[in-house]
């Protein structure tokens, strides 16, 4: 199908369930597509042995929610898309504890960067020698990996708030860690909406599917 056959598959759900609409124009990105951070052309034609990544939000009740999940197109993950994905929902995994009450959001991206960079140098994309030898004000992870991953969210997609914070009870942001690889074709971006708790957070997005075996059995039944 094309990408913009998803995203009519996409809203006829958002409105079924009682979705006012779309939060925003949603991402429905495949293949090398992923590696545009607001791709919304959705016009390419998905292709066999490509990843389409779906970035999107729903408004409910006025306030709005923004998700990302990432799946292949025939179902079954290659093993380089497995090492990518498995990467980025590692550092989701990790990364979200941080998004606690007295945290503050400068704290939490320093600590999803340095996920990210491990992960990189893990994949094989960058070294721990040109990690060593980087210039600070341009460092090397951002090759892949170029954007924050923490905003906040309500009554709009991207809601007034502090940046300059430690986080609270009732706040509510996303965390949205991602690997991009143009030269591979593969784009790969998890985001989850977090609400901040007196003790934690609570994970608003849970019921999404999320680990590569569910997604491969729910794709594959």
């Known amino acids: 199908m094309f990408e913009y056959e998803a995203e009519a598959e996409l809203i006829h759900t958002i409105i079924k369930n009682g979705g006012t609409r779309h939060a925003f124009l949603p991402i429905v990105a495949s293949g090398k597509n992923a590696c545009v951070l607001h791709y919304n052309s959705n016009n390419h034609k998905c292709e066999d ?3 389409i990544l779906l970035d999107f939000g ?9 998700t990302t999940r990432c799946f292949p197109v025939n179902g079954r993950f290659t093993d380089r898309q497995k090492e990518v994905y498995s990467a980025v ?3 989701l995994k990790e990364g979200s504890k941080w998004l606690k009450p007295g945290v503050h959001h400068a704290a939490y991206e320093l600590n999803m960067a340095k996920l990210v960079e491990e992960q990189l140098i893990k994949l094989g994309l960058i070294t721990e ?5 980087q210039d ?7 090759r892949y990996f170029m954007h924050g991953t923490a ?5 709009d997609v991207h809601d007034v708030g502090s940046y300059d914070i430690h986080f609270e009870p009732g706040m509510v942001l996303t965390c949205e860690p991602g690997i991009y690889i143009p030269e591979e074709g593969i784009g790969c971006r998890l985001e989850n909406d977090l609400l901040i708790t007196e003790d934690g957070h609570i994970n608003l997005s849970a019921e ?3 680990e590569i075996e ?5 794709m594959n039944t």
């Open 214 to 218: 569910e997604i491969e059995g729910l």
């Open 208 to 210: 999404m599917p999320i």
């Open 129 to 133: 020698e040109e990690v060593k030898n």
């Open 136 to 142: 600070p004000e341009r460092p090397v992870y951002k």
């Open 58 to 66: 729903v408004r409910y009740g006025n306030y709005h929610s923004d």
């Open 89 to 91: 929902l590692h550092c």
């Open 151 to 155: 905003h906040h969210l309500g009554l």
């Open 49 to 51: 042995g490509e990843m």
